[in-house]
């Protein structure tokens, strides 16, 4: 196990460099002198708007402002000083990148542990009940509630809740977070819906394969009960992939809390991306994504290693 996580660990350090500089490039090739923009309509000197590109090294090339950025390449008298000291830049108002990340990410973690508390809860008995009664009701209900879930566009069914259950039932709050962990549930019930409806399906598929594989009918002969064949073996079995997609899922829900934070007005990362890239702050969506990616790669490795949980086939040395 040693190994496998040590080789995994090193096959994730080129992908962590290139998503990095490719969320780089993408900022960096934004149409539009983001320091012209921060001023608007004001007139400003030449020599203010290029001691702000300096400070910023704005004016470097594109692979001289990446490597000073993650902390490669020495920043004048500064020295080393980038993501991999710790220092994710700042604004153009002066505030770390870091102050506001720690500001908005708990809202955005807590959001996405309860989706995922959701999806997992709900997704897997939803597809575990489907299985093991195939071309039941419970069958056909999961199946085409998740299909008309899959059709819809999140923001509809966020703005629906909202209304439904925010202003016309008054079930729950549907902005802010005066009600504290309670102004979460709604949010984060949207947000896990339609991942929700992809481990309905998965669970369910899974369960329905392994529900006729050999060592199934093997454990039934030996006079092991169903129950006990399902709990112990078909359940385990099944869970494989699913525990993959939710693993991968728990940094995309992080990412895709973008739509969820602005419609119920939550001040979490999402948001700040959104905010960020409409007022051209090209230092805070670059370092709140540059945690994302390292989020996305770290439950990536968590997953691969809790497969030997799961199977004990699964050898890694």
């Known amino acids: 196990m040693g190994k496998y996580a040590a080789r995994r660990m090193l096959q994730l350090i080129p992908v962590f460099f290139g998503a990095t500089l490719l969320i780089f490039a993408m900022v960096y090739l934004i149409p539009g002198d983001p320091v012209r923009a921060l001023f608007g309509e004001r007139q400003v000197s030449q020599e203010t708007l290029d001691a702000i590109r300096d400070r910023y090294n704005l004016n470097d090339p594109f692979l001289v402002q990446y490597g000073k950025y993650m902390g490669v390449i020495p920043d004048g008298e500064e020295g080393l000083s980038g993501v991999f000291q710790g220092d994710f830049g700042e604004d153009f108002r002066g505030r770390a990148v870091w102050d506001i990340m720690k500001q908005r990410f708990p809202v955005t973690i807590r959001l996405t542990v309860v989706a995922i508390i959701v999806q997992s809860v709900i997704g897997i008995t939803a597809g575990v009940l489907a299985g093991i009664r195939r071309n039941s009701f419970m069958d056909n209900l999961v199946?085409?509630?998740t299909t008309a879930i899959v059709a819809i566009?999140?923001?509809?069914?966020?703005?629906?809740a909202q209304l439904g259950f925010g202003l016309e039932l008054g079930w729950f709050p549907i902005a802010g977070l005066r009600q504290g962990w309670f102004s979460y549930v709604l949010p984060s019930i949207m947000l896990a819906i339609i991942s929700l409806a992809y481990v309905?399906?998965?669970?369910?598929?899974?369960?329905?394969e392994n529900i006729r594989a050999d060592y199934v009918r093997t454990a039934k002969a030996k006079g092991m009960s169903s129950q006990r064949v399902?709990?112990?073996?078909?359940?385990?079995?099944?869970l494989i992939p699913v525990v993959t997609f939710i693993g991968v899922d728990f940094g995309a829900l992080l990412g895709g809390a973008i739509v969820t934070e602005t419609i119920f007005n939550l001040p979490g990362v999402g948001r700040a991306v959104f905010e960020a890239v409409n007022q051209r702050e090209g230092a805070v969506v670059v370092g709140i994504i540059t945690v994302l990616v390292i989020i996305f790669l770290l439950a990536n490795l968590l997953v691969d290693l809790f497969y030997g949980v799961l199977d004990p086939r699964i050898r890694y040395e």
Do not use: D, K, Q
């Not at 566009?153 to 629906?160: A, I, T």
């Not at 998965?202 to 329905?208: A, D, F, K, Q, Y």
């Not at 112990?232 to 099944?238: A, D, G, K, Q």
């Open 143 to 145: 199946l085409v509630s």
């Open 153 to 160: 566009p999140l923001f509809v069914m966020e703005f629906g």
């Open 200 to 208: 309905a399906r998965l669970t369910r598929t899974s369960i329905v």
């Open 230 to 238: 399902v709990g112990r073996h078909v359940l385990r079995n099944s």
